[in-house]
Antibody
Framework: EVQLVESGGGLVQPGGSLRLSCAASGFTFSSHWMHWVRQAPGKGLVWVSRINGDGSSTSDADSVKGRFTISRDNAKNTLYLQMNSLRVEDTAVYYC??????????WGQGTMVTVSS | SYELTQPPSVSVSPGQTASITCSGD??????ACWYQQKPGQSPVLVIYQDNKRPSGIPERFSGSNSGNTATLTISGTQAMDEADYYCQAWDSGLGVFGGGTKLTVL
């Protein structure tokens, strides 16, 4: 079964760090761009970051540039998002999504990140 | 930064046609896609490359993109189509979503 399962969310204080993981299964992970997309409570979808199949190319939204780092371990079929200097406005459900021809053709169930003191 | 604008809400009667627009500067020069999200669920791709339907998406979903506007059209709207819909495109290597449209079927 083709599946993406996120983990690592939780409650963190402003200025803190958190690392999210996304375990992929059922497809050739290294052949796909992978993305993180977030959704604040009651709000819309916001693209966060992307990484190419071998991890050599990444890009980030301006709102997280310099604070978040996307990476992947193809041997473990796992995508990561290292989030530093977290702000209250980073509070959201974070989804990992598989890229295919520049669309997100498969999504995980999401993991909630709450930044609060 | 690039922006995509959607109406916050659209209402439609069952069996009628719903149209949801997405506006952005020269959007027609880019590929637009659409995602459906029901409450408590992850988004699902319903239209890609302006007008293509992924496997498993009903034929009543269609799309177009020209000029500054992309449009998602749902023909013969059903109660199960009630959801939030988001358009999405790429600009200079960065992903951009519209603000979302809540489709109400009543």
């Amino acid at each position: 079964e083709v599946q993406l399962v996120e983990s690592g969310g939780g409650l963190v204080q402003p200025g803190g760090s958190l690392r999210l993981s996304c375990a992929a299964s059922g497809f050739t992970f290294s052949s796909h761009w992978m993305h993180w997309v977030r959704q604040a409570p009651g709000k819309g979808l916001v693209w966060v970051s992307r990484i190419n199949g071998d991890g050599s190319s990444t890009s980030d939204a301006d709102s997280v540039k310099g604070r978040f780092t996307i990476s992947r371990d193809n041997a473990k079929n796992t995508l990561y998002l290292q989030m530093n200097s977290l702000r209250v406005e980073d509070t959201a459900v974070y989804y990992c999504a598989r890229g295919h021809n520049d669309v997100f053709d498969m999504w995980g169930q999401g993991t909630m990140v709450t930044v609060s003191s | 930064s690039y922006e995509l604008t959607q109406p916050p809400s659209v209402s439609v009667s069952p069996g009628q046609t719903a149209s949801i627009t997405c506006s952005g500067d020269k959007l027609g020069d880019k590929y637009a896609c659409w995602y459906q999200q029901k409450p408590g669920q992850s988004p699902v791709l319903v239209i890609y490359q302006d007008n293509k339907r992924p496997s498993g998406i009903p034929e009543r979903f269609s799309g177009s993109n020209s000029g500054n506007t992309a449009t998602l059209t749902i023909s013969g709207t059903q109660a199960m189509d009630e959801a939030d819909y988001y358009c999405q495109a790429w600009d200079s290597g960065l992903g951009v979503f519209g603000g979302g449209t809540k489709l109400t079927v009543l």
